[in-house]
């Protein structure tokens, strides 16, 4: 067990976007959480990386309590997570948007910028190094020197990948990494995934597309209306009945 | 490798050209206006550096200005400090201004940031116009001195001052030069692109956006400074917002977020203004279409214009040499 929730709830006014939420996440293992539209999986997902403040309960990462950290501590103690929008920079290359990816771990100041300190540029380097290792990693060595702009959605998602990959996680989380992409790329996306697990990550996803989540997930949360209402492996959820009436709505016949 | 040698050498002869200007113009006004055009970059680059990278439009940029140029006035005429420490302490007393305001003013994001410092520099205004007892309200503060000399070097005709301020404003671009290229740079750029992602990147946003505000009105207090040694007379209009207004102009037509664009707008701007200055106000008609037309059709002012174009050419090129590489 790497991460864990316990009673975890966020509250925007009046409304409960994430309630009593308790998981726990297992090291080394992909997880997935789904859910309908609105069922506050994007919520959990930045009450966990630090970027909301829970309402009530924790998350304990490794043995320590995360939940009133800010978001930028949390990723130095080794929490990463992607976005549903890349939110890359289209101007620049793909090799510049991923270089600052491994900022946190470096400490040259305003001072060492300026003077071009021995420190400056050592730590460059090895931000110029750590972006190549990942962009490798993700399979972009073609698209180093492209624009960001022109380059493909699938693409993009890579870079998203490298950029969290490059802060040296020991958990990543990855919010609906295969949204707006087709089939084959999807498939492409998924071993990246399952790559990512075998060199020792730990995995979290949000996802909506069902027989990829099937196949690729060990462990799945179920959240609906901000509830956790099933948690298990694949084929337990793919039985399970709350769940189905959550998806499909009304009868279990169905 | 040959593009490297090829900006290089545009630079080399662009500094060429700035040091033999004073020879090819012999106008003592021309050189004034120069001067008083590098002058103003300075203050361009410290707002570059924080609208244009790190993505806060600052609208107090004027009011540091002023706040660098009183600053040194009154050090120099009232307290009555030598030439160089009042040069020194002027910029540092803005920056320190700069910062405390920095702390406030960050809490509020994108058009509210742009609001909250037009506030405080409308408030820096009025208290420099209206503060009698301090600033000499309207009436303005006269007899600022002129650079004392650097050891044998005189530092008092307009070519001296000329060189002066000049020497400063390369100084000032190799700052920000570092700095951009630089992981600080990254960082700005990092936060200017997306707050949230750079923030899950393990970035300090906080930290950073006022690092970028601080050194930002720190070369605002540095080119009032120069300002106020160099005209030696300064009112309070200096921090009026139509100056920050103008150094927007400057920035936006020159290309935000460029290296070369608070050079390349300045100078525009200024001869344009210069050699339109026979319609009087009227010159506004001129700049108010073109800051449209600049904003709509290539938001990367001049520079970034070109850069497309570069980057165009070279992807063609690199087509080009694909293309040839698979008939072989």
Avoid at chain 1, 34 to 61: C, D, E, H, M, W
């Amino acid at each position: 067990m790497i991460l864990e929730t316990k009673q975890l709830t966020k509250q925007f006014g009046g409304l409960f976007a994430v309630k009593d939420v308790d998981f726990t996440i297992e090291k080394g293992k992909i997880n997935a959480i789904i859910g309908p539209n609105g069922a506050g999986k994007s919520t959990f997902f930045n009450l966990v990386s630090g970027l909301y403040r829970p309402t009530a309960g924790q998350v304990i990462f490794k043995g320590r309590d995360i939940s009133s950290l800010s978001a930028n501590k949390v990723a130095k103690l080794g929490v990463a997570r992607t976005f549903q929008t890349t939110n890359l920079f289209e101007q620049a290359s793909v090799f510049d948007n991923v270089v600052v990816g491994h900022r946190l771990r470096t400490k040259s100041t305003l001072f060492d910028s300026i003077f071009r300190t021995r420190r400056l540029k050592r730590e460059e380097e090895q931000c110029k190094e750590k972006a190549i290792q990942v962009l490798q990693f993700v399979g972009l060595n073609h698209a180093v020197d492209q624009r960001v702009a022109n380059i493909s959605q699938e693409e993009k998602k890579r870079v998203a990948f490298a950029l969290a990959l490059a802060t040296d996680p020991e958990i990543v989380f990855l919010d609906e990494p295969t949204a707006g992409i087709n089939p084959d790329e999807t498939a492409e996306l998924s071993e990246l995934i399952e790559k990512m697990a075998e060199k020792g990550l730990t995995i979290c996803l949000i996802e909506h597309k069902m027989q990829m989540i099937m196949n690729l997930a060990e462990q799945i949360m179920v959240l609906n209306y901000g509830e956790k209402i099933a948690q298990g492996p694949p084929d337990e959820i793919n039985r399970n009945e709350e769940v189905i009436k959550a998806y499909l709505g009304g009868s279990t016949s169905a | 490798m040959t593009s490297i040698f090829k900006s290089r050498n545009i630079v080399i002869g662009l500094i060429l050209l700035a040091i033999l200007f004073p020879f090819i113009t012999q106008n003592e006004y021309f050189l004034h206006v120069m001067t008083l055009a590098f002058i103003w970059m300075i203050a361009v680059y410290g707002l570059n550096l924080l609208a244009g990278y790190t993505g806060y439009l600052s609208l107090a940029h004027a009011g540091f200005f002023a706040i660098g140029a009183y600053a040194f006035g009154l050090l120099t005429v009232k307290a009555g400090l030598g030439f160089w420490s009042a040069f020194i302490i002027a910029p540092m007393i803005t920056t320190a201004v700069g910062f405390l305001i920095g702390l406030i003013a960050l809490r509020t994001k994108e058009h509210f940031f742009a609001i909250y410092t037009l506030c405080v520099g409308y408030i820096i205004y009025l208290l420099v116009d209206k503060w009698e007892g301090l600033t000499g309200g309207v009436r303005g503060l006269i007899g600022i001195p002129a650079p004392s000399n650097i050891g044998p070097v005189n530092l008092s005709t307009p070519l001296a001052q000329y060189y002066f301020v000049f020497a400063i404003l390369l100084l000032v671009i190799l700052v920000i030069y570092r700095l951009i290229h630089s992981l600080t740079g990254r960082t700005f750029i990092a936060i200017r692109n997306s707050e949230d992602l750079a923030l899950s990147l393990g970035i300090s946003t906080t930290k950073n956006k006022l690092l970028s505000f601080v050194l930002s009105t720190f070369f605002a207090g540095i080119a009032g400074t120069l300002y106020a040694c160099f005209i030696r007379f300064i009112g309070p209009d200096i921090g009026n917002i139509n100056i920050t207004f103008d150094l927007l102009t400057y920035m936006i037509v020159g290309g935000i977020g460029t290296l070369s664009g608070p050079i390349v707008g300045t100078l525009l701007i200024v001869w344009l203004s210069q050699n339109l200055q026979f319609l009087q106000d009227y010159r506004m008609l001129i700049f108010g279409p073109l800051l449209t037309l600049m904003v709509i059709f290539s938001p990367g002012g001049i520079s970034g214009l070109f850069s497309q174009w570069y980057a165009k050419r070279n992807l063609k090129k690199s087509a080009k040499f694909t293309k040839a590489e698979e008939q072989v």
